[in-house]
């Protein structure tokens, strides 16, 4: 498990922080530090909610 604090600042400006563990198979902390580990994940939910947006936004619920 990876414990990291993340902070998100909003278009406005609203600002959140909280705890999350990341849960991995990836030990070996020297190859893999959690911030290289930390950044993909971001990365991912950047476009999961990109995806969210498309569907219930401009497709009306509809599946892609």
Same mark, same amino acid.
Do not use: K
């Given at each position: !498990?990876?414990?990291a604090?993340?902070?998100? &600042?909003?278009?406005?400006? &609203?600002?959140?922080?909280?705890?999350?563990? %990341?849960?991995?198979? %990836?030990?070996?902390? +020297?190859? @893999?530090?959690?911030?290289? %580990?930390?950044?993909?994940?971001?990365? *991912?939910? /950047?476009? /999961?909610?990109? @995806?969210?947006?498309l *569907?219930?936004?401009? !497709?009306? +619920? *509809?599946?892609?």
């Amino acid at each position: !498990m990876i414990d990291a604090t993340i902070t998100v &600042t909003c278009a406005d400006s &609203t600002v959140f922080t909280s705890s999350y563990q %990341l849960a991995t198979t %990836l030990t070996d902390v +020297g190859r @893999y530090p959690a911030a290289v %580990l930390a950044g993909p994940y971001h990365q *991912r939910w /950047e476009h /999961e909610s990109a @995806y969210y947006a498309l *569907r219930h936004t401009i !497709m009306n +619920g *509809r599946a892609l």
